[in-house]
T-cell receptor, first 113, second 111 residues
Framework: NAGVTQTPKFQVLKTGQSMTLQCAQD?????MYWYRQDPGMGLRLIYY???????DKGEVPNGYNVSRLNKREFSLRLESAAPSQTSVYFC????????????FGPGTRLTVT | TQLLEQSPQFLSIQEGENLTVYCNSS?????LQWYRQEPGEGPVLLVT?????EVKKLKRLTFQFGDARKDSSLHITAAQPGDTGLYLC???????????FGGGTRLMVKP
């Protein structure tokens, strides 16, 4: 099992450009998440998908859109990148249960100039 | 927004020393998780605590959940350079709700 995979690992964008971050999991998890991580701020939830066909906003959704393509895949799109979106982006998926432990991908390091 | 505060933010110690990291909130958690993250990688779950007063041990790591389920601590005995990393706590306020992460404690253990 690969667990949670993310592509690309690194990306540099110019302000105003668009891109899509891809995430896939092979653990048959129902729920998937996108976080961003900035220095000293832990992880902040951007969007999540509780199950295939549903998506909901998290704490910091502005400037992003998501698509739950199927049970395995959850993508994050930046329509018009801004320097404030420079960050490390993590995708995660979770088991269904009382505690919802999360399994994370390796991250995408995005720089917007 | 529910807040989770971790302290200290940074910790640099010598190999063999003991340390404690704290995670505090004014709200009650239904459960709390601790993750460890190494540079260039995603966080990896260490433990989940659910019951107030619960203590869990993972080799040299001891995790404690406060009686009132508002706080938690991570104690490392005889730290080793391999313990170096970012330690994150994450709380869930209602079962099935989203996780909220603390700001993290960056630990460096020098040989």
């Amino acid at each position: 099992n690969a667990g949670v995979t993310q592509t690309p690992k690194f990306q540099v964008l110019k302000t105003g450009q668009s891109m899509t971050l891809q995430c896939a999991q092979d653990m048959n998890h129902n729920s998937m998440y996108w976080y961003r991580q900035d220095p000293g701020m832990g992880l902040r939830l951007i969007y999540y998908s509780a199950s295939e066909g549903t998506t909901d906003k998290g704490e910091v959704p502005n400037g992003y859109n998501v698509s739950r393509l199927n049970k395995r895949e959850f993508s994050l799109r930046l329509e018009s990148a801004a320097p404030s979106q420079t960050s490390v982006y993590f995708c995660a998926s979770t088991t269904r249960g009382v505690t919802y432990e999360q399994y994370f991908g390796p991250g995408t390091r995005l720089t917007v100039t | 927004t529910q807040l989770l505060e971790q302290s200290p933010q940074f910790l640099s110690i010598q190999e063999g020393e003991n340390l404690t990291v704290y995670c505090n909130s004014s709200s009650v958690f239904s459960s709390l998780q601790w993750y460890r993250q190494e540079p260039g990688e995603g966080p990896v779950l260490l433990v989940t605590v659910v019951t107030g007063g619960e203590v869990k041990k993972l080799k040299r790591l001891t995790f404690q959940f406060g009686d009132a389920r508002k706080d938690s601590s991570l104690h490392i005995t005889a730290a080793q350079p391999g313990d170096t990393g970012l330690y994150l706590c994450a709380g869930m306020w209602r079962a099935g709700n989203m996780l909220t992460f603390g700001g993290g404690t960056r630990l460096m253990v020098k040989p």
